[in-house]
């Protein structure tokens, strides 16, 4: 088995248009492949990847955008008024004070430290006491509404539910779908050509993902934000990665594997923003388990198996292997830290008795409205 060779691997970069050098030159050689199938028409039901696929996840990036605005506008909202979400946080108002708003804008809006707030009552000619109250119903008044984040959650439990179950139903018939040998067997002359079905399916997650890119910025923070992105980024490159050459088997399967849990974890969160108790308790209970058991079992059993050991076996090494192990292990970090937030949630909920009441990746936890 011929291993790492770092000039090949560097090729992928060089010219990621050129899918020639995806899998490295020996190995084309090797088989006598002629590659890429320039002017051969795919067997009737597939498609060739082409850089075509990348401008259509960008145009249905787009049009998802717009799909999310409108479903929570027009559905997500008047079922979120329905239900009892409020749009705006209770409390007082702050009142009127450019000199204090522009204070606590330079502070990018965070708590100012002891000694910044005495200077700024000092300069106000109030008492510190007024400033922290100012600063705390400022800050809370800036926080986004249990409506608007109803309003995501309820976009995000519709397109993982139906990207989950469009999902399952195609990949359901397959048989790598019971055994992960078959991602490799025939790679890459019989993976080249993509079903439709799968196609489509990636033409989904991934406009689906490239949206999540840019409005995570726009969305309600959490304190896992840039561990998001990261999560975002490795997700999309191993779908490009994998549409582009011929590994798209393994590929649904690892898209398959993220959608599950993230159905029970957004229906937790409008059942906490409704304030159904027993709801959140049992969605977050079949969030923990889905989660723990697929991307803490079956993604590192199967999956990163699949791809470290058996297309070794089955088809030898090839050039973009190290990218997948990469982006694959990143996953599984990211799987690992998620879960130990998962974990202190449940000890808090076993030991206390609380309920669940909140997501505690969120980091916009609401002060009293009493003052």
């Not at 955008?65 to 409020?86: D, Q, S, Y």
């Not at 689906?208 to 980024?233: A, C, G, N, P």
């Amino acid at each position: 088995m011929s291993w790492f060779n770092l000039q090949d691997f560097l090729r992928v970069f060089s010219n990621p248009t050129d899918t020639y050098w995806w899998f490295g030159r020996e190995y084309f050689l090797k088989h006598g492949q002629n590659w890429p199938y320039e002017g051969v028409e795919p067997p009737e039901g597939y498609v060739y990847p082409t850089s075509d696929g990348f401008k259509c996840a960008l145009l249905g990036a787009v049009a998802i955008t717009f799909l999310r605005f409108a479903v929570e506008k027009l559905i997500g909202e008047p079922i979120g008024r329905w239900m009892g979400v409020r749009h705006k946080l209770p409390g007082t108002p702050p009142g009127e004070n450019p000199n204090l708003e522009a204070f606590l804008k330079s502070h990018s809006y965070k708590t100012p430290s002891n000694e910044d707030i005495k200077l700024a009552a000092k300069d106000q000619n109030m008492e510190v006491r007024e400033v922290e109250t100012w600063i705390r119903r400022r800050q809370r008044e800036r926080l986004p509404s249990k409506l608007n984040k109803f309003k995501e959650s309820f976009w995000r439990f519709i397109f993982y539910t139906f990207a989950f179950s469009y999902g399952i139903s195609i990949l359901w018939k397959e048989n790598y779908f019971w055994d992960t040998r078959y991602c490799w067997v025939g790679f890459p002359e019989l993976t080249w050509a993509m079903k439709k079905s799968i196609y489509y399916y990636y033409l989904m997650e991934a406009s689906f993902y490239l949206s999540l890119m840019v409005t995570q910025f726009f969305d309600t923070k959490r304190k896992d934000f840039w561990e998001m992105f990261i999560h975002h980024i490795a997700t999309l490159s191993l779908i490009g990665f994998s549409y582009y050459n011929g590994t798209y088997r393994i590929g649904s399967l690892v898209m398959a594997t993220h959608d599950i849990s993230d159905i029970f974890l957004e229906a937790a969160k409008m059942s906490v923003y409704t304030k159904k108790t027993f709801f959140s308790n049992l969605f977050f209970g079949g969030f923990a388990l889905s989660f723990f058991v697929t991307r803490l079992i079956f993604y590192p059993y199967k999956i990163l198996n699949s791809v470290l050991f058996e297309s070794l076996y089955i088809v030898d090494y090839f050039v973009s292997w190290p990218v997948y192990v990469v982006f694959l292990i990143i996953l599984q970090i990211l799987h690992i830290y998620w879960f130990t937030l998962i974990l202190n949630v449940l000890i808090k909920v076993l030991t206390t008795g609380d309920d669940v009441e909140k997501d505690d990746r969120s980091e916009d936890d609401t002060p009293p409205a009493s003052e």
